[in-house]
């Protein structure tokens, strides 16, 4: 079997197995009484599959709205309340941002206390 045939049999097979993993891996979280509600840490989410689902939407949003650059802007998402940090050129883009982030479906709240207008974006480490 040349190399392209064994990677048109194996990738089907790889992207069919990461599929049911990531299915199964939100019922396997439910039906775990250790994440019980109560006993979720203050910071933690009690969501943790809806919040990355909602962080991954927002950062595409940012990503395609125009004037802002996601790339300095910084997404974490809790329990439905999205903060978002970082430093814009302008203070219209911070607006373009937090309403791309009010824009996805899911979110509770937007919190852009740390999201600051008119300097240049600091180097990522």
């Given at each position: 079997?040349?190399?392209?045939?064994?990677?048109?049999?194996?990738?089907?097979?790889?992207?069919?197995?990461?599929?049911?993993?990531?299915?199964?891996?939100?019922?396997?979280?439910?039906?775990?009484?250790?994440?019980?509600a109560?006993?979720?840490?203050?910071?933690?989410?009690d969501q943790?599959?809806?919040?990355?689902?909602?962080t991954?939407?927002?950062?595409?949003?940012?990503?395609?709205?125009?004037g802002?650059?996601?790339?300095?802007?910084?997404?974490?998402?809790?329990?439905?309340?999205?903060?978002?940090?970082?430093?814009?050129?302008?203070?219209?883009?911070?607006?373009?941002?937090v309403?791309?982030?009010?824009?996805?479906?899911?979110?509770?709240?937007?919190?852009?206390?740390?999201?600051?207008?008119?300097?240049?974006?600091?180097?990522?480490?």
């Open positions: 079997m040349n190399a392209f045939n064994r990677f048109r049999f194996t990738l089907p097979l790889a992207l069919g197995s990461v599929l049911a993993l990531s299915a199964a891996a939100p019922l396997a979280f439910a039906a775990d009484p250790a994440n019980d109560n006993d979720t840490p203050k910071g933690d989410s943790p599959v809806t919040d990355t689902w909602i991954t939407k927002v950062k595409t949003e940012l990503a395609t709205t125009d802002v650059k996601s790339m300095d802007v910084d997404v974490k998402t809790v329990n439905g309340t999205v903060m978002l940090t970082g430093m814009l050129a302008s203070e219209t883009a911070v607006q373009k941002a309403a791309a982030a009010r824009s996805v479906k899911g979110v509770k709240n937007v919190d852009a206390s740390g999201l600051k207008a008119g300097g240049t974006a600091t180097t990522r480490r």
